[in-house]
Every structure is written in C-alpha cells, then in structure tokens.
Nanobody
Framework: QVQLVESGGGLVQAGGSLRLSCAAS????????MGWFRQSPGKEREFVAR????????YYGDSVKGRFTISRDNAKNTVYLQMNSLKPEDTAVYYC????????????WGQGTQVTVSS
C-alpha cells in the first residue's frame, strides 16, 4: 500500500506561484512514475505533469508547459509541483498519483489539495 498526501495548495493572485508537495508513506516512491493531475468543477480530470523514477524525464500537459515544473526527492519520498505564472484557469483540486504496477495505469491517488487563483 502507498499513501499519498498532497499539501501546499491555497489562494493566490494571478501571476503568483505555489509549490505543491506530495508525500508518500507505506512504500518508497523511488521506483515509480509519479504524476500530477487536476480537476475543476464540471470538468474532466486533466493531466498536468509526469516524472520518471530518476527525475530525469518529465512530461507536461500543454496548458502548463513552461509554467509548471515537476520534481522529486526520492530521499524524502516526496514529489513536488512548482507552479509559476498562475492563471485563474489553473484553479482546481490537484492530485498526485503513482504508477506502481506494469501497464501504465495510475493506481494510487492522493486526496487532493485545492488551488484557487484569483484574477
């Protein structure tokens, strides 16, 4: 079992920054691909970013490319999402997730953290 807990969300003005953290317990995250997703009311869940086990390979959704940065500290069993130049349309609940099995499906999810960007 892996427990994922997100933190760092909050209210920020447009153009501001936030850093989200995803701390894991129960198992080391180091072998796993980790991802961030978001969902706002009335919309489907949207892929935000993904990072491989070493942190060398990252991939971003088009809407956040160039503004958000995913990173990980395997020694701290934590994944981060640095969000800069925030826009009101970034307002959502942000979730981290892990792929722990073969097949490429995210099989562990956190409970989410709310990010609200005011205009």
């Amino acid at each position: 079992q892996v427990q994922l807990v997100e933190s760092g969300g909050g209210l920020v003005q447009a153009g501001g920054s936030l850093r989200l953290s995803c701390a894991a317990s129960g198992r080391t995250l180091s072998p796993y691909i980790m991802g961030w997703f978001r969902q706002s009311p009335g919309k489907e869940r949207e892929f935000v970013a993904r990072i491989n086990w070493s942190g060398i390979s990252t991939y971003y959704g088009d809407s956040v490319k160039g503004r958000f940065t995913i990173s990980r500290d395997n020694a701290k069993n934590t994944v981060y999402l640095q969000m800069n130049s925030l826009k009101p349309e970034d307002t959502a609940v942000y979730y981290c997730a892990a792929i722990t099995q073969g097949g490429g499906q995210y099989d562990y999810w956190g409970q989410g953290t709310q990010v609200t960007v005011s205009s």
